[in-house]
Each structure stands twice: as C-alpha cells, then as structure tokens.
C-alpha cells in the first residue's frame, strides 16, 4: 500500500513538473511571438523556416539589385536626354552654317560651340552612378541577376550608347566642327548626316532602356509579392498564435494550480490516515 501510494506520488510530481514545464514554453512563446524555439519543437516547420529564409534572403538582394538598376536606368536615361538636346543643338548649328552664308568670324564661333558639345558628350559618356562606377560600362555592357533565372544588362555599354558607325559621337561633332570652320560644304552635308544618325541613334538607346526601366518594374512588383507570401508563410510556421497560445497557458495554469492543491490536501494525511 505505501509502495503504491509512493508511485503514485512520484507520477504526480512528474506530471506536474511537465506542467510546469510546458506552461514555461508557452510563456517563452507568448512573450517572443515565435512558436518554435528550436527546430526540435517542430523539425518539419523548422526545415521549412529555413528554406523560407533562404528564399527570403535571396529577393532581398534581388530586390537591392531591381533598385540599384533602375536607379542607374533613371540616371543613364536622363544622361542620354541631354545628349539628345545637344544632337539637335549640334544639327541646328551646322544646318545654321549649311546655307553658306555665314563668315569667317561666325563659322569659327560654330566650330566652337560643337568642340564644347563634343567634350559634353564625352563627359556623359563617363558618367558615373552613385555607387562611383561608370554608368556606361566601358566595355560589354554590366549583366545583373534580378531573380533565379532573370538576368540582364539594365544600361548599355558606353560603346552601344555613344559610338555610331563605328565613330564616337564626339568625333562626328569635331568633324563637322572641322568642316564649318573650313567652309568645307561636302564636309558639312556628311556632318549633317551622321548627326540625323546620331540623333536616331540616341533615340533607340533611350527606348531600349525605356523597356528595361518597364521590365525591372514588373521584376519588382513581382518579388514584392513574392515577398510577402514569403512572409505570411513563415509567419503560420513560425509565429505564435496569441488567441490559441493564452487560452493553453491559462489553461494549463489552472490544472498545475489545482493540482497542486489536490496534492498538498493529500500529503496533509497522515500515515494511519493512509493506512485506514
């Protein structure tokens, strides 16, 4: 009879004590938000925690390299609007010589104002971002990785952006600079030509890049939602549930604490008490 009593004394203190030690987790996953304190609480969740993490850190640089690209497309956009400005500028001063009524004096102040155009466009053309690398990649244009199987070059290479038929556009510029100043005619018409090219030129680039600024937007709108399934996913694996995790832990509360006033009645008895 005492051997029994004795048992059954040490399984109630053993189920109490896993009371307690469960109403201490609920505690922890109460006061944290996080249901799993380690992957041995849920080894299935954890692994997929952990994959989901993974996920997680690989859109947020993606979603780093969609920003950073597009702000180098907004840049280099706008770079190659002034060198389009300048083209047309450039077309009007050498049409304005064409006519050949211009002298000396005027085709000289011409010439001019095409060298600092040229120079212009030169500096454009080394450009650099706001990480204080060249814009226009000097040779193959810089490929990026936007997702997992998503890469591309955002900005053209200098040499796709500035260069046509071969000729940096600066050097079209000093050739008609050249021309005018020398009252070269022929000299002037071909001028007047590759400078229509070059206009058209700058005009396709600037659309190309129109596209790419439209593609890294959809990339984005698409990792931000990514990201938020990401998120909500792992939240349901993850995060404790307040309504359910409160009501367990008073629950629990009240059984440990009755339990334990049941176990304190009893062990009040005595031993005849027992016996009897």
């Excluded at 304190?37 to 925690?49: C, H, L």
């Excluded at 090219?197 to 396709?204: G, K, L, P």
């Excluded at 307040?242 to 509360?253: D, F, G, K, P």
Aim: hydrophobic share 50%.
């Amino acid at each position: 009879m005492i051997n029994a009593t004795g048992n059954r004394m040490t399984r109630e203190i053993a189920r109490q004590t896993q009371l307690a030690d469960r109403i201490d987790q609920l505690q922890i996953q109460v006061s944290t938000g996080k249901r799993l304190q380690r992957a041995s609480d849920d080894p299935v969740a954890a692994r997929r925690i952990a994959t989901i993490g993974t996920a997680q850190a690989s859109a947020t640089t993606w979603a780093a390299n969609v920003a950073t690209a597009s702000a180098q497309v907004s840049q280099a956009d706008a770079a190659l609007g002034s060198v389009s400005n300048l083209l047309v500028r450039a077309r009007e001063l050498a049409l304005s010589a064409a006519n050949g009524t211009m002298n000396a004096s005027d085709r000289a102040s011409v010439a001019a104002e095409l060298a600092g155009i040229a120079d212009e466009i030169d500096g454009l053309a080394a450009s650099r971002d706001a990480n204080g690398e060249a814009l226009f990649a000097s040779g193959t244009a810089k490929v990026v990785r936007f997702d997992a199987d998503v890469s591309f070059a955002p900005v053209p290479s200098a040499a796709d952006a500035f260069v046509v038929g071969g000729n940096p556009l600066s050097t079209g510029l000093r050739d008609a600079a050249a021309a005018i100043a020398a009252a070269d005619t022929a000299g002037i018409n071909a001028a007047l030509d590759t400078l229509a090219t070059s206009i058209s030129h700058v005009a396709d680039q600037r659309a190309t890049m129109g596209l790419s600024a439209g593609r890294l937007e959809r990339i984005g709108d698409g990792l931000a939602a990514r990201g938020i399934a990401l998120a909500d996913e792992r939240s349901a694996a993850e995060d404790t549930d307040m309504h359910v995790a409160i009501a367990q832990l008073n629950a629990t509360t009240l059984t440990l604490e009755a339990a334990q006033a049941s176990f304190a009645r009893i062990n009040r008895q005595t031993l005849f008490d027992i016996l009897g």
